[in-house]
């Protein structure tokens, strides 16, 4: 099977991927600078411990597997994966100074195409409650969506003028039935330490279980011909409402007393901690005066890649 090269592999979406890939039979080449559970373990199993940041390292793998590699997965430099949710003006500098060698790299080692995961972030509060499509302006406005735009653009003018094809996923916050962290950050309060819910808790969020995330990753690596080429939005196809998100953590007895909050000018004020500076630094931000809002994120055009069947439900 095709060699895969994976940055930012020692975290929890590397590890799930390359989990996947393994059982597929596939060659995985890792980089991260964490060590992970399959080092040594397996021999379709390669590993380079290094920060991503190291030129010479990274380039010298790509050369030396430069037959075998026939995809890029660019994780690293995400949340949830190898960075912390505080997104610091040095770690926006660090990943835009590493894309260029990446994917020059990956392109002189003969690609044939390159995934890389972006975000939903990307397209911030827009107004009304249309589905937002990819087609969307991009109106986020933190460290992190700048971080992840400025790697989309980097891609693109990366492989202009060559034959491989850049897939970027912009991908909703993930979760599974264990990691719950994005969820709780729609219904908990950390400066109070307890849950609330407004009315009924029949307002929703878009999110992604990640393994529907590797679900589309792992089409995208199967796709034997045509172009598919551009930009996808990777999310569940319905939204997790808050009632979901709180009665979920109960049934995992992860979540206490939840009070039921209304929505008052007051209110607001009480549950946005660390001052007006957070939303550029903090990647869980979020702003309790567009609870209601539902925006929806639409995945039809990922849905030609794969099926997208997991859900808060049936996920483990």
Not at 76 to 88: E, K, L, Q
Request: aromatic share 10%; proline share 3%.
């Amino acid at each position: 099977m095709a060699g895969i090269f994976i940055t930012g592999a020692s975290g929890m979406i590397g590890m799930y991927l390359t989990s996947s890939l393994l059982q597929k039979n596939h060659h995985v080449i890792a980089v991260d600078s964490k060590p992970n559970d399959f080092v040594g373990k397996d021999p379709n199993y390669t590993f380079l411990q290094c920060d991503i940041t190291d030129k010479n390292a990274v380039t010298d793998l790509f050369y030396k597997y430069q037959n075998d590699v026939q995809t890029l997965v660019h994780l690293a430099c995400s949340v949830d994966n190898d960075i912390d949710a505080y997104v610091t003006d040095d770690e926006l500098k660090k990943s835009k100074a590493c894309d260029k060698f990446i994917y020059d790299s990956a392109i002189n080692a003969r690609v044939r195409n390159i995934i890389l995961l972006s975000t939903t972030q990307v397209y911030g509060n827009p107004k009304g409650r249309e589905p937002i499509r990819e087609t969307a302006d991009t109106k986020g406005n933190s460290n992190y969506v700048d971080m992840k735009l400025n790697s989309e653009k980097a891609l693109l003018k990366a492989v202009k003028k060559t034959a491989v094809v850049p897939v970027i996923a912009r991908v909703a916050p993930v979760y599974t039935s264990e990691y719950t962290q994005n969820l709780r950050d729609k219904v908990y309060d950390p400066k109070e330490d307890i849950a609330f819910i407004y009315k009924d808790g029949e307002y929703g969020f878009s999110f992604c279980c990640v393994f529907n995330l590797i679900d589309f990753i792992n089409g995208i690596i199967n796709i034997p011909q045509g172009r598919y080429d551009g930009v996808y939005n990777v999310a569940d196809t319905r939204q997790i409402t808050a009632k979901e998100i709180i009665d979920h953590e109960r049934d995992h007895h992860r979540i206490g007393a939840v009070i039921q909050r209304s929505m008052t000018g007051d209110t607001i004020k009480s549950i946005v901690p660390l001052g007006k500076n957070r939303q550029k630094y903090d990647y869980r931000y979020f702003d309790p005066a567009t609870i209601y809002s539902n925006w929806n994120i639409d995945n039809t055009k990922a849905q030609r890649i794969s099926t997208f069947r997991w859900s808060l439900k049936n996920t483990k």
